[in-house]
């Protein structure tokens, strides 16, 4: 992983990706605001309300964390370890990479993780 002009292109990918991504949090947080400004003050259906809200947060919480993934990503870039798995130390597979430019784990770490929650 280090072939600079590569790393060069792919931070401006994920900063292109974290700017689109901030852009549809700040859109979902607007969104949720007008389901409260909506239905606030209204005795309509509670359940339906709630769940709304329930997706709205869950989506805005998953980018939340995809942001944070790049931002740990950029600062790996920075620091020369990315490509790392940050659990064996293992180069991450290309392939995965490209897919998920934010990996923190190869494939194998990740398999394991996720089995272990
Ligand atoms: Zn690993």
């Known amino acids: 992983m280090a072939d600079k002009k590569r790393l060069t292109q792919l931070k401006k990918t994920l900063e ?11 859109e979902t947080q607007q969104t949720s605001r007008t389901v409260q400004q909506t239905y606030g003050i209204d005795e309509g259906d509670r359940a339906n309300i709630s769940h709304d809200k329930d997706i709205l947060l869950r989506l805005s919480a998953h980018e939340r964390t995809i942001v944070e993934g790049i931002d740990a990503a950029l600062a790996r870039i920075r ?25 923190r784990y190869c494939i194998t770490c990740q398999e394991l993780i996720e089995e272990a929650r």
């Open 16 to 26: 292109a990706r974290r700017a689109e991504l901030l852009r549809s949090l700040a």
């Open 79 to 103: 620091d020369g370890s990315y490509g790392e798995c940050l659990n064996c130390g293992q180069e991450i597979n290309a392939k995965r990479l490209e897919a998920l430019p934010w990996s």
